[in-house]
Nanobody, 117 residues
Framework: QVQLVESGGGLVQAGGSLRLSCAAS????????MGWYRQVPGKQRELVAT???????NYADSVKGRFIISRDNGKNTVYLQMNSLKPEDTAVYYC???????????WGQGTQVAVSS
């Protein structure tokens, strides 16, 4: 079973930046599709950004132009660069791995991001 470990969360002022990392175990990272999701208490987990094994990206409208998802297959790691952070970006951020066929392979444990106004 794949293991995903997020890091890089923390407290930042509005307008600031953070970079999240998600390190994956195993040997299939290079052919897997990766995604970042976030969740606040009482709400459903929502998609933030995804990146395919080929490098195609997709973003939620709320983060377009501010967040950038990228991957380093040599390090089995996916990143989320978050710029111009807003208080409404406050959430627990989760990393997700899917197979090329769309099967869920695993979730990370989450990392807390808090943006103060």
């Amino acid at each position: 079973q794949v293991q995903l470990v997020e890091s890089g969360g923390g407290l930042v002022q509005a307008g600031g930046s953070l970079r999240l990392s998600c390190a994956a175990s195993g040997s299939i990272f290079g052919i897997a599709n990766m995604g970042w999701y976030r969740q606040v208490p009482g709400k459903q987990r929502e998609l933030v950004a995804t990146i395919t094994s080929g490098g195609s990206t997709n973003y939620a409208d709320s983060v377009k132009g501010r967040f950038i998802i990228s991957r380093d297959n040599g390090k089995n790691t996916v990143y989320l660069q978050m710029n111009s952070l807003k208080p409404e970006d406050t959430a627990v951020y989760y990393c997700k791995m899917d197979s090329a066929g769309g099967w869920l392979l695993g979730w990370g444990q989450g990392t807390q991001v808090a943006v103060s106004s």
